[in-house]
């Protein structure tokens, strides 16, 4: 599976960042699997960038390029902290700047952290309507973590280490099938 790009999306604002712990061991686990190389892309640092561009036509320089890699990606991880019971502005923003028929049939992994469990549904009622919107693929299994399941910044939970590995079996019997039918599906 070498030459495939993979892009994991930290929508985390903020460094340290519990959530780009989480996408940093997704995609370790990812290229363990499939030997493909990762991209790691920290809101942190890019969406100073994409705030730049209040439309696509904006877009220029890095914020361009890196729009351009999202939409190139053969799969895409996006993970973002809980906040005001959603995803992050700054992540919404990203995708409000993005072509969308590069994303037919494009598999993502969803992941999502926060303070509490009573959150733990936001991939499901936020993110997947999102991605449901482009028309991508997304995995079935999401990741949700707590900050009880980090110990400082590292991910100590078994279980939520258990359902990486299930998402990320599942991506990986994605990639092929996907990266044929994607110029199909985006025509």
């Known amino acids: 599976m070498?030459?495939?790009?993979?892009?994991?999306?930290?929508?985390?604002?903020?460094r340290p960042s519990r959530t780009t712990v989480l996408v940093?061991?997704?995609?370790?686990?990812?290229?363990?699997?499939?030997?493909?190389?990762?991209?790691?892309?920290?809101?942190?640092?890019?969406?100073?960038?994409?705030?730049?561009?209040?439309?696509?036509?904006?877009l220029h320089g890095e914020a361009k390029a890196l729009v351009r890699a999202v939409e190139a990606a053969d799969?895409?991880?996006?993970?973002?902290?809980?906040?005001?019971?959603?995803?992050t502005g700054a992540l919404k923003h990203l995708f409000d700047l993005v072509h969308h028929l590069p994303?037919?049939?494009?598999?993502?992994?969803?992941?999502?952290?926060?303070?509490?469990?009573l959150h733990g549904l936001v991939t499901e009622h936020q993110l997947r309507p999102l991605f449901g919107f482009l028309n991508t693929l997304t995995l079935p299994t999401t990741i949700y973590?707590?900050?009880?399941?980090?110990?400082?910044?590292?991910?100590?939970s078994?279980?939520?280490?258990?359902?990486?590995?299930?998402?990320?079996?599942?991506?990986?019997?994605q990639l092929p099938q996907t990266s044929a039918l994607a110029p199909a599906l985006a025509s």
């Open 145 to 156: 973590a707590v900050e009880s399941d980090f110990t400082g910044y590292q991910l100590t």
């Open 103 to 117: 994303f037919a049939g494009k598999p993502v992994l969803l992941a999502a952290t926060g303070g509490t469990p």
């Open 24 to 58: 940093r061991e997704i995609l370790a686990r990812l290229t363990s699997a499939t030997g493909a190389a990762t991209r790691l892309i920290e809101f942190v640092d890019a969406a100073p960038l994409l705030f730049g561009a209040l439309k696509p036509a904006d």
């Open 75 to 87: 799969l895409l991880v996006v993970a973002s902290p809980v906040y005001r019971a959603s995803y």
């Open 158 to 173: 078994t279980k939520v280490i258990e359902r990486i590995d299930r998402a990320v079996a599942e991506a990986k019997a």
């Open 2 to 14: 070498a030459g495939l790009s993979i892009i994991g999306l930290s929508g985390s604002v903020t």
